[in-house]
């Protein structure tokens, strides 16, 4: 199930349905190690993204404008992937094993401020979750390993943020 927060534009919401292909991605040691003990993000999440395997820094922080992250995030599991075109992007777990993408851009009157979420399990090189704005372009988070291909393909943000 798909849950979706918006802030000042009616976007939608949808998971599945992606393009999946390529390797099955696995962690190295030092993302392992990098981990510790002190991971914030569930396991079934934390194995599907790499970049939750990293050390929170005060940019991986949620900024106090726009944007209200999902009331059954991972508290602190956020990590910053992106900033495109004035927008910033993080990534989080979800209490369920699912995962979260967030969206902010310091116009709170812009399309670009939301959250979209999946619930759990996630799978492995696949589209977790996206949103299409007004115009239907879509961003998606997608899980590590995920490759598109085809005239209507994603393409790559950043790691595991894509759009069309």
Request: charged share 20%; aromatic share 4%; proline share 5%.
């Amino acid at each position: 199930m798909t849950t979706v927060v918006l802030a000042a534009a009616a976007l939608t919401g949808c998971t599945g349905g992606g393009v999946t292909s390529g390797p099955t991605p696995t962690r190295s040691a030092a993302a392992v190690a990098a981990a510790g003990s002190t991971r914030a993000a569930t396991p079934d999440a934390a194995d599907r993204f790499a970049i939750l395997h990293r050390a929170f820094a005060a940019t991986d922080a949620l900024p106090g404008y726009a944007v209200d992250p999902p009331d059954d995030m991972v508290p602190n599991s956020q990590r910053r992937a992106v900033e495109h075109d004035g927008t910033t992007y993080w990534i989080a777990a979800m209490r369920d094993g699912g995962a979260c993408l967030i969206a902010a851009n310091p116009d709170a009157d812009s399309v670009e401020n939301y959250s979209v979420s999946s619930g759990g399990p996630v799978e492995r090189a696949a589209v977790v979750t996206s949103m299409l704005d007004e115009d239907d372009h879509m961003t998606a988070l997608v899980s590590d390993g995920f490759t598109d291909r085809g005239t209507d393909a994603l393409h790559e943000l950043a790691t595991n943020v894509w759009v069309r």
